[in-house]
């Protein structure tokens, strides 16, 4: 995603998904089952949380927010140690709960018709016991107005299939740092950039994104 020309005073938005845990390894879903990082701090599971931490060392941040699961926190807690303190852990920022569908993996799932039917039309559709796409949209835009990323009023995301007003994105003072998940970073992604598709993101876990000035880039 390329980048254009930046304003003098506009601030980033930085977007780091957590890093692997061990149903990440073995391709389960895993939304709100609150598991920890794989491996040591240091290591082929970090990778990428590695070289995160390098690109995030120098960066002063006006605010932090983090998803309140564990993996989130463990991943704040590598990347820069003295931030957790003042962080802001809010549950909003949680992947898609996946109900009764949370640990299996896609060949165990793939014969029942109701998943079938959710891979179709997964902003409609839930897992049984667990969320919709639009209502983990609804949830991430609460955030995203409450944390002054988008402005109240603002148009519908552009994944949507409901028609919308023109995105509004305040001009903030300050980088933002936010750790999340893959689910909610493209959602954001979608929401921050305009026109930006939802699945054209690439979101594996250790990931950095940066946003600044309605365009995105990946960084790690």
Not at 33 to 47: E, F, N, Q, R
Request: glycine share 10%; with cysteine.
């Amino acid at each position: 995603m390329p980048m254009r020309r930046r304003s003098a005073d506009a601030a980033p938005i930085y977007l780091l998904r957590h890093g692997r845990t061990a149903w990440n390894a073995e391709r389960r879903y895993g939304g709100h089952t609150d598991l920890p990082l794989l491996g040591a701090p240091v290591g082929k599971a970090d990778a990428g949380l590695t070289d995160a931490a390098e690109r995030l060392r120098a960066v002063r941040f006006a605010r932090v927010y983090c998803s309140d699961l564990l993996r989130a926190r463990q991943t704040l807690q590598r990347v820069r140690p003295e931030l957790p303190e003042t962080a802001h852990f809010d549950a909003r920022l949680r992947e898609l709960d996946f109900g009764a569908w949370e640990g299996m993996t896609y060949e165990q799932l793939c014969a029942q018709d109701a998943y079938r039917a959710w891979l179709d039309d997964p902003r409609r559709g839930a897992p049984p016991g667990g969320e919709s796409l639009e209502r983990l949209e609804r949830r991430l835009r609460r955030f995203a107005v409450d944390a002054r990323l988008l402005m109240a009023g603002s148009g519908c995301y552009r994944s949507s299939r409901r028609p919308g007003g023109p995105i509004r994105l305040p001009r903030l003072r300050g980088a933002r740092l936010i750790v999340s998940h893959g689910g909610p970073i493209r959602l954001l992604l979608t929401l921050l950039v305009p026109d930006l598709a939802l699945w054209s993101a690439d979101v594996p876990c250790g990931s950095l994104h940066r946003v600044q000035d309605g365009r995105a880039e990946r960084l790690v």
